[in-house]
């Protein structure tokens, strides 16, 4: 066997630890029986549900019918746009309220993205914003800040 696509290998990979992790944590939990589940008992078969696919993914990488990729090196820029998306949306959620917080969130993320478009960037956060409102604030009943502070 030989290593075609290294994409789908460190996918499988990736899914393979996380699978096992989650439900090597979740065995901590009482697991309870199918028919009286225990806070254990969804996240340990999920888990191994995660670790299934990814070795079916991992196995599919070996394969002579694979397509041949390789991965690029890491890109340290794309990491640090998105967590710090995350962290800017967190810091200035509370002073700028859910809508400009949420749009702000969607534009400094989609920096991050090699094709990125301005046009396309606030089309997304125009709809995450309506989105947010509709699911979170009038469908769930969320209370949250909408609007800055200062306002």
């Not at 888990?47 to 070795?55: I, K, N, S, T, Y």
């Not at 079916?56 to 890109?75: C, N, P, Q, W, Y």
Request: proline residues 3%.
């Amino acid at each position: 066997m030989q290593l075609r696509n290294r994409q789908d290998f460190w996918s499988g990979m990736m899914f393979i630890v996380l699978g096992l992790g989650f439900s090597w944590q979740a065995s901590s939990y009482q697991m309870g029986t199918a028919a009286r589940m225990g806070p254990g008992y969804f996240p340990f078969w999920l888990g191994l549900v995660l670790a299934l696919l990814g070795a079916i993914v991992l196995i599919g990488s070996l394969s002579k019918k694979a397509t041949e990729t390789h991965v690029d090196r890491f890109d340290w820029r794309i990491v640090f746009l998105v967590i710090g998306s995350v962290v800017v949306y967190a810091l200035v959620l509370k002073l700028l309220g859910v809508y400009i917080s949420v749009f702000l969130l969607v534009v400094l993320s989609s920096l991050a993205s090699h094709e990125f478009s301005l046009k396309v960037a606030v089309a997304n956060g125009i709809f995450l914003v309506v989105f947010t409102y509709l699911a979170f604030i009038k469908g769930l009943g969320l209370i949250f800040p909408l609007w800055p502070s200062f306002i």
